[in-house]
T-cell receptor, first 111, second 114 residues
């Protein structure tokens, strides 16, 4: 059965204090690994798709990397506006395209 | 920038009543998804449409939930009768392609069943 586990559950950072979020997964035939950002009371906002081990993508202060068993979301010099829940999801090769999500990591960045 | 539209944004209903949610995907997106998200958890797929056809409804509680996308554009998700355990955020997403494609989410409908 496909599984996605995110850690830590919550992360509190000082502004400028870089850190990494982890997403470990087991899936039959990975078609893609997706990162989303979700603000309270809103729908998830798409950030990145990674398709193969070794792939990296960047957007502003965020960088996502992928290995065969896990993905990392690195936040460099975070600002308070980076506070959100970050969701990781996988898409299996034997699915029609549904995303299997982890429970998310809640990030709070204080000034 | 094109967005997924959902209505209503909030809905409060009593248990045993019927409730319906509406979704209008990004123009041209053939694939439409309905997810349910319980507070503190990630979204879980309820049903997936490819054009007007259901391709995955394995997690849809079919005794009380129904979904349709009659003309392959907008979609409606219905619950009848609603139960206390249905309280959650209902999210609609669309994609230009199924496997491998990014899914773009709407703002969601927050349902509270009393």
């Amino acid at each position: 059965e496909d599984q996605v586990t995110q850690s830590p559950e919550a992360l509190r950072l000082q502004e400028g204090e870089s850190s990494s979020l982890n997403c470990s997964y087991t899936v039959s035939g990975l078609r893609g690994l997706f990162w989303y950002r979700q603000d309270p009371g809103k729908g998830p906002e798409f950030l990145f798709t990674l398709y193969s081990a070794g792939e990296e993508k960047e957007k502003e202060r965020l960088k996502a990397t992928l290995t065969k068993k896990e993905s990392f979301l690195h936040i460099t010099a975070p600002k308070p506006e980076d506070s959100a829940t970050y969701l990781c999801a996988v898409q299996a090769g034997d699915s029609w395209g549904k995303l299997q999500f982890g429970a998310g990591t809640q990030v709070v960045v204080t000034p | 920038e094109a967005e997924v539209a959902q209505s209503p944004r909030y809905k409060i209903t009593e248990k045993s009543q019927a409730v319906a949610f509406w979704c209008d995907p990004i123009s041209g997106h053939a694939t439409l998804y309905w997810y349910r998200q319980i507070l503190g958890q990630g979204p879980e797929l309820l049903v997936q449409f490819q054009d007007e056809s259901v391709v995955d409804d394995s997690q849809l509680p079919k005794d009380r939930f129904s979904a349709e996308r009659l003309k392959g554009v907008d979609s409606t998700l219905k619950i009848q009768p609603a139960e206390l355990g249905d309280s959650a955020m209902y999210l609609c997403a669309s994609s230009s392609r199924g496997v491998g494609g990014e899914q773009y989410f709407g703002p969601g409908t927050r349902l509270t069943v009393t």
